[in-house]
Protein backbone atom coordinates (compact mmCIF):
# COMPACT_ATOMS: atom_id res chain seq x y z
CA UNK A 1 0.00 0.00 0.00
CA UNK A 2 2.86 2.46 0.95
CA UNK A 3 4.53 1.83 -2.38
CA UNK A 4 1.12 2.75 -4.43
CA UNK A 5 1.04 5.73 -2.09
CA UNK A 6 5.00 6.67 -3.44
CA UNK A 7 4.04 5.71 -7.18
CA UNK A 8 1.13 7.93 -6.95
CA UNK A 9 2.70 10.95 -5.24
CA UNK A 10 5.43 10.75 -8.16
CA UNK A 11 3.14 10.38 -10.94
CA UNK A 12 1.05 13.22 -9.42
CA UNK A 13 4.27 15.13 -9.33
CA UNK A 14 4.99 14.25 -12.75
CA UNK A 15 1.76 15.89 -13.96
CA UNK A 16 1.85 18.71 -12.16
CA UNK A 17 5.49 19.83 -13.80
CA UNK A 18 3.83 18.69 -17.37
CA UNK A 19 0.95 21.14 -16.82
CA UNK A 20 3.26 24.00 -15.49
CA UNK A 21 5.46 23.70 -18.61
CA UNK A 22 2.22 22.84 -20.97
CA UNK A 23 0.42 25.79 -19.70
CA UNK A 24 2.39 28.85 -20.95
CA UNK A 25 3.15 26.87 -24.24
CA UNK A 26 -0.16 26.58 -24.81
CA UNK A 27 -1.52 30.20 -24.22
CA UNK A 28 1.26 31.29 -26.88
CA UNK A 29 -0.25 28.89 -29.57
CA UNK A 30 -3.62 30.15 -28.04
CA UNK A 31 -2.66 33.90 -28.77
CA UNK A 32 -0.60 32.98 -31.99
CA UNK A 33 -4.22 31.41 -33.35
CA UNK A 34 -6.30 34.32 -32.23
CA UNK A 35 -3.70 36.87 -33.76
CA UNK A 36 -4.11 34.49 -37.23
CA UNK A 37 -7.45 34.89 -37.01
CA UNK A 38 -7.55 38.59 -36.36
CA UNK A 39 -9.07 38.59 -33.31
CA UNK A 40 -6.62 41.01 -31.76
CA UNK A 41 -8.03 41.90 -28.56
CA UNK A 42 -7.91 37.94 -27.28
CA UNK A 43 -4.45 38.18 -28.23
CA UNK A 44 -3.51 41.06 -26.12
CA UNK A 45 -5.43 39.26 -23.44
CA UNK A 46 -3.19 35.94 -23.68
CA UNK A 47 -0.25 37.87 -24.08
CA UNK A 48 -0.45 39.84 -21.31
CA UNK A 49 -1.27 36.33 -19.13
CA UNK A 50 1.97 34.96 -20.07
CA UNK A 51 3.68 39.00 -18.88
CA UNK A 52 1.82 38.15 -15.98
CA UNK A 53 3.11 34.78 -15.33
CA UNK A 54 6.85 35.98 -15.67
CA UNK A 55 6.93 33.87 -19.05
CA UNK A 56 10.48 35.16 -20.79
CA UNK A 57 9.77 33.60 -24.62
CA UNK A 58 11.83 35.80 -27.07
CA UNK A 59 8.68 36.68 -29.37
CA UNK A 60 6.34 37.55 -26.02
CA UNK A 61 6.81 41.53 -26.55
CA UNK A 62 7.31 41.86 -30.30
CA UNK A 63 4.13 39.78 -31.02
CA UNK A 64 2.43 41.89 -28.32
CA UNK A 65 3.22 44.87 -29.73
CA UNK A 66 1.98 43.52 -32.98
CA UNK A 67 -1.30 42.98 -31.39
CA UNK A 68 -1.60 46.10 -29.87
CA UNK A 69 -1.17 47.86 -33.69
CA UNK A 70 -3.07 45.55 -35.48
CA UNK A 71 -5.72 46.80 -32.98
CA UNK A 72 -5.33 50.57 -33.40
CA UNK A 73 -3.22 51.21 -30.08
CA UNK A 74 -0.23 52.84 -31.13
CA UNK A 75 1.23 53.84 -27.59
CA UNK A 76 1.12 50.28 -26.43
CA UNK A 77 2.25 48.92 -29.81
CA UNK A 78 5.34 51.24 -29.32
CA UNK A 79 6.04 50.22 -25.47
CA UNK A 80 5.88 46.18 -26.49
CA UNK A 81 8.12 47.07 -29.38
CA UNK A 82 10.85 49.09 -27.15
CA UNK A 83 10.54 46.08 -24.41
CA UNK A 84 11.53 43.73 -27.56
CA UNK A 85 13.83 45.97 -28.82
CA UNK A 86 15.86 46.52 -25.66
CA UNK A 87 16.81 42.89 -25.27
CA UNK A 88 17.34 42.38 -28.81
CA UNK A 89 18.87 46.22 -30.21
CA UNK A 90 19.68 44.93 -33.74
CA UNK A 91 16.57 43.16 -34.64
CA UNK A 92 15.54 43.72 -38.07
CA UNK A 93 11.53 43.19 -37.99
CA UNK A 94 11.73 45.11 -34.57
CA UNK A 95 13.25 48.11 -36.15
CA UNK A 96 11.14 48.02 -39.26
CA UNK A 97 8.18 47.71 -36.93
CA UNK A 98 8.94 50.65 -34.82
CA UNK A 99 10.13 52.46 -37.88
CA UNK A 100 6.97 52.08 -39.61
CA UNK A 101 4.78 53.20 -36.41
CA UNK A 102 6.91 56.16 -36.49
CA UNK A 103 6.06 57.18 -39.99
CA UNK A 104 2.18 56.63 -39.07
CA UNK A 105 1.72 58.59 -35.87
CA UNK A 106 4.76 61.08 -36.38
CA UNK A 107 6.28 59.91 -33.10
CA UNK A 108 9.62 60.18 -32.27
CA UNK A 109 12.17 57.41 -30.92
CA UNK A 110 15.35 57.80 -29.26
CA UNK A 111 18.34 57.13 -32.16
CA UNK A 112 21.47 55.62 -30.35
CA UNK A 113 25.13 57.07 -31.62
CA UNK A 114 27.24 55.49 -33.78
CA UNK A 115 29.40 53.53 -30.47
CA UNK A 116 25.51 52.51 -28.25
CA UNK A 117 24.97 50.78 -31.79
CA UNK A 118 28.13 49.34 -32.45
CA UNK A 119 28.32 47.88 -29.07
CA UNK A 120 24.63 46.81 -29.00
CA UNK A 121 25.73 43.37 -31.10
CA UNK A 122 26.27 41.90 -27.51
CA UNK A 123 23.66 42.54 -25.30
CA UNK A 124 25.02 43.26 -21.07
CA UNK A 125 25.28 39.18 -19.77
CA UNK A 126 27.87 38.36 -23.72
CA UNK A 127 29.70 41.72 -22.66
CA UNK A 128 30.60 40.53 -19.43
CA UNK A 129 30.94 36.83 -20.67
CA UNK A 130 33.52 38.33 -23.10
CA UNK A 131 35.49 39.65 -20.43
CA UNK A 132 35.42 36.93 -18.65
CA UNK A 133 36.92 34.89 -21.36
CA UNK A 134 39.76 37.54 -22.25
CA UNK A 135 40.72 37.39 -18.57
CA UNK A 136 40.74 33.77 -17.78
CA UNK A 137 42.38 33.25 -21.17
CA UNK A 138 45.35 35.94 -20.34
CA UNK A 139 45.86 33.96 -16.64
CA UNK A 140 45.74 30.50 -18.75
CA UNK A 141 48.47 31.81 -21.17
CA UNK A 142 50.67 33.27 -18.75
CA UNK A 143 50.39 30.32 -16.24
CA UNK A 144 52.16 28.50 -19.06
CA UNK A 145 54.73 30.97 -20.20
CA UNK A 146 56.00 30.06 -16.03
CA UNK A 147 55.27 26.13 -16.71
CA UNK A 148 56.43 25.29 -19.90
CA UNK A 149 59.66 28.22 -20.26
CA UNK A 150 61.20 26.19 -23.61
CA UNK A 151 58.31 27.45 -25.68
CA UNK A 152 59.69 30.60 -25.05
CA UNK A 153 56.56 32.62 -24.47
CA UNK A 154 56.68 36.70 -24.59
CA UNK A 155 55.42 37.66 -21.58
CA UNK A 156 55.63 41.32 -22.00
CA UNK A 157 53.40 40.50 -24.90
CA UNK A 158 51.07 38.26 -23.98
CA UNK A 159 50.23 41.08 -20.78
CA UNK A 160 49.98 43.65 -22.77
CA UNK A 161 47.61 42.74 -25.52
CA UNK A 162 45.30 40.90 -23.38
CA UNK A 163 45.25 43.98 -21.03
CA UNK A 164 44.20 45.94 -23.80
CA UNK A 165 42.03 43.40 -24.90
CA UNK A 166 40.45 43.35 -21.82
CA UNK A 167 40.14 47.00 -20.75
CA UNK A 168 38.35 47.35 -24.16
CA UNK A 169 35.77 44.91 -23.45
CA UNK A 170 35.38 46.13 -20.20
CA UNK A 171 35.08 49.92 -21.31
CA UNK A 172 32.50 49.02 -24.44
CA UNK A 173 30.59 46.37 -21.61
CA UNK A 174 29.75 49.47 -19.62
CA UNK A 175 28.64 51.60 -22.70
CA UNK A 176 26.20 49.07 -23.24
CA UNK A 177 25.42 48.04 -19.80
CA UNK A 178 24.63 51.86 -19.11
CA UNK A 179 22.15 51.98 -22.25
CA UNK A 180 20.61 49.38 -20.98
CA UNK A 181 19.53 50.39 -17.91
CA UNK A 182 18.75 54.12 -18.77
CA UNK A 183 15.01 54.70 -18.38
CA UNK A 184 12.88 55.47 -21.04
CA UNK A 185 9.05 55.86 -21.34
CA UNK A 186 6.63 55.80 -24.26
CA UNK A 187 3.80 58.69 -24.40
CA UNK A 188 0.63 57.04 -24.22
CA UNK A 189 -2.13 59.82 -24.63
CA UNK A 190 -2.40 62.12 -27.77
CA UNK A 191 -0.77 65.36 -27.82
CA UNK A 192 0.45 65.00 -23.93
CA UNK A 193 1.23 68.14 -22.22
CA UNK A 194 5.20 68.74 -21.30
CA UNK A 195 5.36 71.54 -18.45
CA UNK A 196 8.24 73.65 -17.34
CA UNK A 197 7.57 72.68 -13.56
CA UNK A 198 5.52 69.67 -11.46
CA UNK A 199 2.93 71.75 -10.54
CA UNK A 200 -0.81 71.02 -12.55
CA UNK A 201 -0.32 75.60 -12.87
CA UNK A 202 2.86 75.24 -14.19
CA UNK A 203 3.49 76.79 -17.92
CA UNK A 204 3.01 74.47 -21.24
CA UNK A 205 6.80 74.00 -22.38
CA UNK A 206 5.72 71.48 -25.30
CA UNK A 207 3.73 68.98 -26.53
CA UNK A 208 4.27 65.26 -27.43
CA UNK A 209 2.68 62.72 -29.64
CA UNK A 210 1.21 59.65 -29.15
CA UNK A 211 3.57 56.61 -29.02
CA UNK A 212 6.80 58.79 -28.50
CA UNK A 213 9.48 57.50 -26.68
CA UNK A 214 12.08 59.70 -24.09
CA UNK A 215 14.51 59.68 -21.62
CA UNK A 216 13.21 59.85 -18.04
CA UNK A 217 15.56 61.85 -15.75
CA UNK A 218 13.92 62.09 -12.38
CA UNK A 219 10.74 61.18 -10.74
CA UNK A 220 9.05 63.51 -8.42
CA UNK A 221 5.65 62.13 -7.03
CA UNK A 222 2.84 61.69 -9.86
CA UNK A 223 5.43 63.66 -12.41
CA UNK A 224 8.14 62.36 -14.55
CA UNK A 225 10.69 64.84 -16.13
CA UNK A 226 11.57 63.79 -19.71
CA UNK A 227 14.09 64.67 -22.14
CA UNK A 228 13.01 65.06 -25.71
CA UNK A 229 16.47 65.79 -28.11
CA UNK A 230 17.66 69.12 -26.03
CA UNK A 231 14.39 69.62 -24.84
CA UNK A 232 13.11 68.95 -20.95
CA UNK A 233 10.45 69.33 -18.80
CA UNK A 234 7.67 67.59 -17.02
CA UNK A 235 4.62 65.24 -18.01
CA UNK A 236 1.92 63.46 -15.84
CA UNK A 237 2.72 59.83 -15.08
CA UNK A 238 -0.37 58.95 -16.18
CA UNK A 239 -0.03 60.13 -19.98
CA UNK A 240 3.49 57.71 -20.00
CA UNK A 241 4.47 54.27 -19.70
CA UNK A 242 8.17 53.04 -18.29
CA UNK A 243 9.77 50.78 -21.00
CA UNK A 244 11.84 49.51 -17.97
Not at 40 to 58: T, V
Not at 96 to 103: F, R
Not at 156 to 185: D, H, M, P, Q
Request: glycine residues 4%; contains cysteine.
Amino acid sequence: MRKIKVRLSVFLSVLSCCSIWAGPALDFEKAQEAYNKGEFYKAIEFYNHLKESNNSHLNLDYNLGNSYFKSGNSGQAMLSYQRALKESPNDPDILANINHLIKQTGAGSIKPNAIVKSVSILNPKQWILLSTVIFWTFCILLTFSFLFPQFNFNRSKITWVSLSFLIGSIFLSSIRIREYNSVKAVILDKDAKVFFAPLDNSTLHFTLPLANVVHVKEVQGSWLKIQHGKEAGWVKKEQCAMVN
